[in-house]
């Protein structure tokens, strides 16, 4: 299987603790995105990386939120003194970014998505 | 404030029928779309994208219409089938959001044998 893994793929933990979970992108891919969902919403941005750089974070990444992607290969997501409010499915993505196409053709292009990690906070 | 907005949370169609999925923006500034559906336990998965500078894209039983002027976009399915039943999400980048998307609330489909 070459696409998008992630572990684990739920995780049940108590106010206070801290968690991680692991993305794997599709090897060639460059870029790779963290996105939280929540019941009956769609998926909302948290951070991206370009290789091994962090490039954008999204406001709703607190503090307690961390995310590193040292080789540029795979990721980790780690929040510290998990709250119920972060119960959440968390979802990683990659695509492979070509600075040498046009404008239009670069900009958004599919981004594939892995199965995600449901976190629950009790 | 939901700058990408899917108004009909679920939908109900009879196979071999069309289904035609709604989505509505917000910010001007977004120059491409694209739907995504997600069956359960499932990660999201592509489907069909389009340009601002395009008015429809097709692709085999997919069409995706946009109205710029209206800030408004569709996906049509036809013929429906039941394997199309899952979420669909509509998504949007562009303007201050750059490469990063915009996703809606979803919409369910449900295709009826």
């Known amino acids: 299987d070459t696409g998008v893994s992630q572990d684990p793929r739920h995780k049940i933990t108590k106010r206070g603790q801290n968690v991680t979970f692991r993305c794997d992108p599709i090897?060639?891919?460059?870029?790779l995105y963290w996105y939280r969902q929540t019941l009956g919403q769609g998926p909302e941005f948290l951070t991206y990386?370009?290789?091994?750089?962090?490039?954008?974070k999204s406001r709703l990444l607190s503090d307690r939120f961390s995310a590193e992607r040292p080789k540029g290969s795979f990721s980790t997501l780690e929040i510290q003194r998990t709250e119920q409010g972060d119960s959440a499915m968390y979802l990683c993505?990659?695509?492979?970014?070509?600075?040498?196409?046009?404008?239009?053709?670069?900009?958004?292009?599919?981004?594939?998505f892995g199965p995600g990690t449901r976190l629950t906070v009790l | 404030d939901q700058q990408v907005k899917q108004n009909s949370p679920s939908l109900s169609v009879q196979e071999g029928r069309i289904s035609i999925l709604n989505c509505d923006y917000t910010?001007?500034?977004?120059?491409?779309f694209l739907w995504y559906k997600k069956y359960p336990a499932e990660g999201p998965t592509f489907l069909i994208s389009?340009?601002?500078?395009?008015d429809k894209n097709e692709d085999g039983r997919f069409t995706v219409f946009l109205n710029k002027s209206a800030k408004h976009l569709s996906l049509h399915i036809v013929p429906s089938q039941p394997g199309d039943s899952a979420v669909y999400f509509c998504?949007?980048?562009?303007?201050?959001?750059?490469?990063?998307?915009?996703f809606g609330p979803g919409t369910r489909l449900s295709v009826l044998p």
């Open positions: 993505a990659s695509r492979r970014h070509d600075p040498s196409r046009p404008v239009v053709g670069r900009r958004g292009g599919e981004q594939f």
């Open positions: 389009i340009s601002s500078i395009k």
């Open positions: 090897s060639e891919h460059n870029r």
């Open positions: 910010n001007s500034m977004f120059d491409y």
């Open positions: 990386f370009q290789n091994e750089a962090q490039l954008e």
């Open positions: 998504a949007a980048s562009g303007g201050n959001y750059g490469q990063n998307f915009v």
